[in-house]
């Protein structure tokens, strides 16, 4: 799959007619950047070479930055069989699908290899794991190889049968969005609450058919979301669900979504206790998470009971506790919402965060530090593109600058299972 080249197709989101004539189509920006890059690139590109023993030609693997950007440019609409162009059978469906997952999975892991060998990983590493840091990040390598992922296909339908509810209900899809993205996640839940208690009240109006069709899109819209499960133990294999229709409702990037998985798949976990329960339990117990009570649910560097040397670790969970504002955790009104105040699910988001910022082209984490100069580019680039899960955003709402900038040069990756949503990347509200 590394040496074929797949590029994402238009948005299934419609522009106005305004916008339509004045502006070029996404295909065609997109297009238009492919020339340029390949103009750009022409005349250092690695040549054509030829097979010494059959004689055909063999076309150069695309670099890591090429593979990265092919994958960020793949769109939900590319996961619906009803839109996909020369689907004839099943078998043709299940190749264009497995093509478009080719192209994600390859960029996405060339990413993680080469931030998992990069200068600035060792450095990070040998700080953590001492001498064992190159089995670590050996361990971090071979995790990406362990995973299997399971893609939910996206449905036009189910997409346009939410927005009519929300516009018949008094809402609007780009409402909802901009409530994920910008509020908090008990916003987005309240949104939706509303406008189910919108819908029970016109039951009576609505045949039962029709009734139950929204009810079922609602729910779904509620329940979608992209996870992690898995450790890969002893061969066991983790596994990647993507939900493509969670990406379409939300209009995140599907790229970025694996990275956040592909972070948990590759360490971001509480290895050896449940960090979520153990936060529950303190906030409801009406007393604020000392430093020991949030790092019980993580090792040290090098612990039997980890499964993995390379999972999160205890110093990794302790410094991100060190670099937290004062009494964020618990609280429900931030952008991280309850369930990703969590050591894991911070390191995941982290991670997330450093690869929205490669595809940009601000940051490379692999070889450099991140500083205040890279934090304010950030912020530029997701005032400007809805089409990225706000991690920057979440991440605020919980550290300052400098916080924000010493965990982004400490953590080196994360593992448990994960659904994230509106606050991260699986529940409809984390979305």
């Known amino acids: 799959m590394r040496n074929k080249k797949y590029f994402g197709g238009v948005s299934p989101y419609r522009q106005t007619d305004d916008e339509d004539s004045n502006f070029m189509s996404r295909r065609e920006r997109r297009k238009a950047r492919r020339e340029q890059r390949n103009q750009e690139k022409s005349s250092t590109q690695t040549p ?31 996961f619906d069989m009803l839109q996909a162009e020369g689907i004839q059978s099943a078998d043709d469906w299940q190749q264009k699908k497995g093509n478009v997952l080719g192209l994600l999975k390859t960029g996405v892991e060339r990413y993680y290899t080469d931030l998992y060998e990069g200068p600035e990983t060792i450095k990070r590493a040998k ?86 069709m929204k009810v079922r899109a609602l729910n779904k819209a509620l329940s979608q979301g992209s996870s992690y499960r898995g450790y890969g133990v ?46 529950r339990d303190t906030v409801s117990s009406g007393e604020y998470m000392t430093k020991e009570q949030f790092t019980q649910a993580y090792p040290i560097a090098k612990d039997p009971y980890t499964g993995m040397l390379g999972n999160l670790t205890k110093a990794e969970a302790a410094r991100i ?74 991440l605020e709402s919980i550290m300052d600058d400098e916080g924000l900038i010493d965990t982004m040069n400490f953590i080196v990756k994360d593992d448990t299972g994960s659904g994230d949503l509106i606050g991260g990347v699986g529940d409809p509200r984390q979305v």
């Open 48 to 78: 054509i070479t030829v097979d010494p023993t059959s004689g055909t030609t063999k076309e150069p693997e695309p670099t890591t930055r090429e593979a990265v950007t092919a994958a960020s440019e793949v769109e939900p609409k590319e």
């Open 127 to 212: 700080e953590i794991y001492g001498e064992d840091y190159e089995e670590a990040l050996e361990n971090k390598k071979n995790e990406l190889q362990q995973v299997r992922i399971n893609v939910g296909e996206m449905s036009q339908g189910d997409l346009d049968i939410f927005t009519s509810i929300l516009q018949d209900y008094g809402g609007s899809l780009e409402d909802f969005r901009n409530l994920a993205r910008d509020g908090s996640i008990e916003d987005a839940q309240n949104y939706l609450g509303s406008i189910l208690e919108g819908l029970k009240q016109d039951k009576n109006n609505l045949s039962e058919r029709e009734y139950k």
């Open 234 to 279: 002893d061969d066991e294999e983790g596994i990647i669900n993507l939900d493509s229709q969670q990406a379409a409702t939300m209009l995140y990037n599907m790229s970025s979504i694996l990275a956040n998985e592909y972070a948990h798949a590759t360490g971001a976990v509480d290895s050896i206790g449940d960090a979520k329960r153990d936060l």
């Open 321 to 394: 506790y060190d670099n937290l504002k004062p009494g964020v955790l618990g609280r429900e009104d931030l952008a991280q919402d309850v369930g990703h105040q969590v050591a894991h699910e911070i390191a995941s988001d982290i991670q997330t965060l450093r690869y929205d910022l490669y595809v940009a082209g601000v940051y490379d984490p692999s070889s450099e530090p991140f500083n205040a100069s890279h934090l304010e580019k950030a912020r530029e680039i997701y005032k400007g593109d809805k089409s990225k899960m706000n991690k920057l955003k979440q």
